[in-house]
């Protein structure tokens, strides 16, 4: 039972981050507001409006890493062999993607904490998702792997 647990909160983080490449990718058609609204950089912004090619080869690559945070999620929940091979590193991998999660979440919350006049709503809302995705992988990967798998 308590693996099932670990399971279910890493395929949560699999979804936030999937999540997250479908919304960047969701920029390339909807144009620079999109890229605006989701607080790219200004020159991903301008790229946007003059119609080069960095703001749709950024967010590519951009959504091609959520991609496989959110693969090496489900590898980590054991679900390789089903769905994905077996991910290089996962142990050390998953690791890393929680405390970059984490600090990614702690940065906003830290900012609000001492200057709340530099932090919109939807900066800090989105650091709180990032710190509760960062503890999704850690705890989930924690437990998945000290939980023996059932035959």
Not at 47 to 64: D, H, Q, W
Not at 80 to 94: C, E, N, Q, R, S
Request: aromatic share 10%; proline share 5%.
């Amino acid at each position: 039972m308590k693996r099932q647990t670990g399971v279910v909160f890493l395929v949560l983080a699999a979804l936030v981050a999937m999540g997250t490449a479908i919304a960047h990718l969701s920029c390339i058609y909807l144009g620079p507001e999109c890229y605006a609204t989701q607080m790219a950089p200004p020159q991903i912004v301008e790229s946007a409006i003059n119609g080069t090619y960095l703001a749709p080869i950024g967010t590519i690559i951009a959504s091609g890493i959520f991609v496989i945070l959110g693969l090496y999620a489900l590898s980590g929940a054991g679900f390789t062999g089903k769905l994905i091979d077996k991910l290089p590193l996962v142990h050390y991998a998953i690791y890393t993607i929680a405390v970059l999660c984490i600090l990614r979440g702690l940065l906003p919350l830290q900012l609000w904490l001492r200057h709340p006049e530099k932090v919109t709503d939807i900066v800090f809302y989105v650091g709180i998702v990032w710190l509760m995705t960062g503890i999704l992988y850690l705890v989930g990967y924690r437990i998945c792997s000290t939980e023996p798998t059932s035959t």
